[in-house]
């Protein structure tokens, strides 16, 4: 039976939602290991990608899936994988690879409480910088933190769309919380998605350069067995795709690399304002610990404090202007998650001045609840 998208309301797990927004999204590839609490993502797709002519694959661990998911992106599926912090340590490399190589992809990411194994049951936001530094070197990733199960879908659907137009990897930077919580999600009609498809190329195989941009910075991607010639390696390349080893090719390349991101970031760059005109204190926050925020700033307006929320959906490229913009009209900025201070640290960053800002930090695999984040609020 072919497969059907599953429009409608539905109370849905937030793994499961994943799932069926990379389904939508046209993703046909998975290739994943088990690992708490990002096994019902794999589950579902098991259940779920045969049925549209996909292909599901449990691998022997996480490098091997990272691996996979490059080569079918290469062979002109849209692939996924997900795993937890253990596992994307492992795939830390292959994720330089599909950087360098640019190769569209999507690794979601649900977090638990870390380092090493950890907790693997309980929640956790400690991979935030690990999204953007894990792998080595210089290079740009896109990573979206969705604080719903709707969002579980819509920003799934959303990153398979920024891999395509960016020819990247992409990172959905869930967590526990919001992975196994379970809340109504509306999966609206297959023609009502808009989906972005890789650029194809316009020449002919004996002109095509596989690296060579069309008057932007993303190369159009061949697929392989369409009969041009591609030649990928993780070694510095010239736009032919031949390894070329000196500080003039390399700056080249990953200056573009760097730049097809960073100059594109107001293309990419999500987030939502809560109470942010008039606010005199700021929380920015995200993921699950963005729901507790928004608690407090509710609590905090009845009581005549005039609180705002900056809701970060996409951690990766950062919004250090949006920050900085906010910056100049509150007395203090209160940063909530669930570390000991990562996105605090680039909040730092963005401010020009010597404006207060305030940690609401945890860890041991609980909620920041909102009073946590009152509290805190008015001890400073």
């Known amino acids: ?72 992106s290469c062979g002109g599926m849209k692939s996924m994988t997900s795993t937890s912090g253990p596992g994307m340590s492992l795939m830390m490399e292959n994720l330089g690879l599909a950087v360098m190589l640019e190769v569209p ?25 690990q999204a953007k530094w894990g792998s080595h070197g210089d290079y740009e990733i896109i990573a979206y933190a969705p ?31 919001v992975g196994h919580l379970r809340e109504k999600v509306v999966i609206p009609e297959e023609k009502a998605i808009s989906l972005i498809e890789r650029k194809k190329p316009d020449v002919p195989p004996e002109e095509y ?24 390696t993780g070694l510095t390349h010239d736009e032919r795709g031949y390894p070329v080893i000196t500080g003039e090719a390399h700056e080249k390349l990953v200056r573009r690399l760097l730049d097809k991101i960073q100059k594109n970031k107001h293309d990419i760059i999500k987030y939502e304002e809560i109470e942010t005109d008039d606010a005199d204190i700021l929380i920015v926050s995200y993921g699950i610990t963005a729901r507790s925020s928004l608690k407090a700033v509710q609590i905090l307006r009845k009581e005549g404090i005039k609180a705002g929320l900056l809701r970060l959906i996409t951690v990766w490229p950062f919004p250090y202007e949006k920050i900085e913009e906010l910056s100049r009209k509150v007395s203090k900025i209160v940063v909530a998650e669930i570390n000991s201070g990562q996105v605090r640290g680039e909040v730092l960053k963005a401010i020009k001045s010597d404006l207060p800002v305030i940690g609401v930090h945890k860890l041991g695999g609980d909620l920041i609840t909102p009073y946590e984040i009152i509290k805190k609020i008015k001890e400073e």
């Not at 993703?27 to 045969?50: D, Q």
């Not at 990411?109 to 049951?121: D, E, I």
């Not at 596989?210 to 369409?226: H, Q, R, T, W």
């Open 105 to 129: 992809c999507v690794v979601v990411n649900v977090q638990r409480g870390a380092p090493s194994t950890g907790l693997p049951t309980l929640v956790g936001q400690g991979d935030v910088m």
């Open 1 to 72: 039976m072919a497969g059907k998208i599953l429009t409608g309301i539905h109370y849905m797990l937030g793994d499961h939602a994943c799932a069926e927004g990379a389904i939508a999204a046209g993703c046909r590839f998975f290739a994943g290991y088990p690992i708490t609490p990002a096994t019902e993502v794999a589950e579902w797709m098991s259940r779920r990608l045969p049925k549209f002519g996909g292909v599901y694959i449990q691998m022997e661990d996480e490098l091997a899936s990272m691996a996979a998911i490059i080569g079918a």
């Open 147 to 177: 604080a719903s199960c709707q969002e579980m879908f819509d920003l799934t659907i959303e990153a398979f769309n920024m891999a395509e137009k960016y020819r990247t990897p992409v990172v959905i930077l869930s967590d526990e919380a």
């Open 209 to 232: 350069l596989a690296y060579k941009p069309n008057g932007d910075l993303v190369p159009p991607m061949a697929i392989a067995g369409e009969g041009y010639f591609v030649h990928m």
